[in-house]
């Protein structure tokens, strides 16, 4: 309707144009000229007034969606106010859950779950025990999606993944493929680059603010990383293949 609009009323735009620049633009072109215009309903303030009005309003009912605690009930506009996802160390922002994610909960059990790591060595098969024995380091990083909401930093624990790419055969940390169980969607796998892999604060966590990662936030293990979308700190990770990509 727009685009008709614009080829319908452009020869009368044009004629008008070059009647302003021969001067006689004083007059105002009828056919731009409502022939009976209504009163003005609201003044120039009132609408300014009212627009500022409703996106104050819109911050007001969705800013919570970004913030920890009673704030996060206030976003009654977003998908991610509200108590959800319950209460206790996981209760943090999700952006998608296990079931939704098509996890099912007898592939994530001690018995069944299984990590594989790849690299230049070969592969090595490591349980969720064989992870937690090797050394545990800790990160306080937040969850910033590109969905615009983001959390508070939460403290993670978990394996570095530099101290896994060495475990493959890396002296040097590389990058690294990493993929998950879930079974469809976009984001059930990430490529990482070297220097991610490198910095310190990068885990495959298994365990989030002193107690083990709930389902929904991706036990039995997941990818944190500083400085990068949400989408790309994997959940229920299966799988790290470290090597040029």
Known sequence: AFLAHVVLKAPAAFRNLRRMRRGEGEEPDPELTAARPDPPTVTRRGALGLVGGASL???????????????RHTAVLTPHGGPDPGHGPGAFQVNKTAEYAGIRPDDTTEEAWRLTV?????????????LLAMEQHDAALPIACVEGWSTSDQAWRGVRLRDLAALAGHD??????VESLQSHG?????????????????????AVNGADLTP??????????????????????????????
Do not use: C, M
Not at 57 to 71: C, F, H, K, W, Y
């Open 57 to 71: 309003l819109l911050v007001a009912t969705s800013a919570g969606r970004s913030i920890d605690g009673p704030l």
């Open 118 to 130: 790849t690299g230049r060595t070969g592969t090595v098969r490591l349980t969720r025990a064989d």
């Open 172 to 177: 040097e940390p590389a990058d690294v493929y």
């Open 186 to 206: 976009t984001w059930r796998h990430a490529a990482l680059s070297a220097g991610q892999v490198a910095d310190g604060r990068s885990l495959l966590a298994l």
């Open 216 to 245: 929904d936030h991706g036990h039995p293990a997941r990818v944190i990383v500083p400085a990068a979308p949400g989408v790309l700190n994997t959940k229920w990770v299966t799988r790290l293949t470290f090597g040029e990509l």
